[in-house]
């Protein structure tokens, strides 16, 4: 599957922005899809994750009340809605799709984007 991430940009604090992963094939609906982040000079991070169905969802702890994750599989897209953004959430962001179920660690999935930058400016 190939996974295109879209909806990056500048943002002042406090404002909100949507990403999109758009995923090709067939068979997005038998993926679990989280989102991940890497700011300069730090390793990646997980941010959120989907199961298949999107019933169930997980956050990292440093976005929950702020983020929400969502699929959509007639569109076979997945989205991340980012309220209350904050400069720590400046970082490129990546999607994900793995057959393992969702989980916070990235060797779980197999296919990733190519990023998409999210700045926020104090």
């Known amino acids: 599957v190939q996974l295109q991430a879209c909806g990056g940009g500048l943002v002042q604090a406090g404002g909100s922005l949507r990403l999109s992963c758009a995923a090709s094939g067939r068979t997005f609906g038998t993926y679990a899809m989280a989102w991940f982040r890497q700011a300069p000079g730090k390793e990646r991070e997980f941010v959120a994750a989907i199961e298949r169905g999107g019933a169930l969802t997980n956050l990292a702890d440093s976005v929950k009340g702020r983020f929400t994750i969502s699929r959509d599989n007639v569109k076979n897209t997945v989205y991340l809605q980012m309220n209350s953004l904050k400069p720590e959430d400046t970082a490129v962001y990546y999607c994900?799709?793995?057959?393992?179920?969702?989980?916070?660690?990235?060797?779980?999935?197999?296919?990733w984007g190519q990023g998409t930058l999210v700045t926020v400016s104090s």
């Open positions: 994900a799709a793995g057959v393992r179920g969702i989980g916070i660690v990235q060797g779980r999935y197999d296919y």
